[in-house]
């Protein structure tokens, strides 16, 4: 069992930068991705960004690619989502996720946290 919780999240204006935490506790070697995706209101949950725990490859969405890094502290088991030059499209509630696959698709994790929200006014 994993346990993740977000943090970070808040009302920020465009152009501005946040830094989005997950913390994961109960990691077994099994969840050997952490991914963070993102839903807005009426929307799907579409894919951000994600990394391996091990050698640290990452992948992200185009909508964030340039904007958005994802990181990774493997002793504190903790992943980060710095987001630069915020948009009000990437207002949304924001989550983490652990999985094996290292996918941009939802089915390729196991485990969810609660969300966080940011809000990006224009």
Do not use: H
């Not at 990691?27 to 640290?56: D, N, T, Y």
């Amino acid at each position: 069992q994993v346990q993740l919780v977000e943090s970070g999240g808040g009302l920020v204006q465009a152009g501005d930068s946040l830094r989005l935490s997950c913390a994961a506790s109960g990691r077994s070697i099994s969840s050997s991705a952490m991914g963070w995706f993102r839903q807005a209101p009426g929307k799907e949950r579409e894919f951000v960004a994600v990394i391996r725990w091990s050698g640290g490859s990452t992948r992200y969405a185009d909508s964030v690619k340039g904007r958005f890094t994802i990181s990774r502290d493997n002793a504190k088991n903790t992943v980060y989502l710095q987001m630069n030059n915020l948009r009000p499209e990437d207002t949304a509630v924001y989550y983490c996720a652990a999985g094996d696959t290292g996918s941009s698709r939802r089915s390729g994790y196991d485990y969810w946290g609660q969300g966080t929200q940011v809000t990006v006014s224009s």
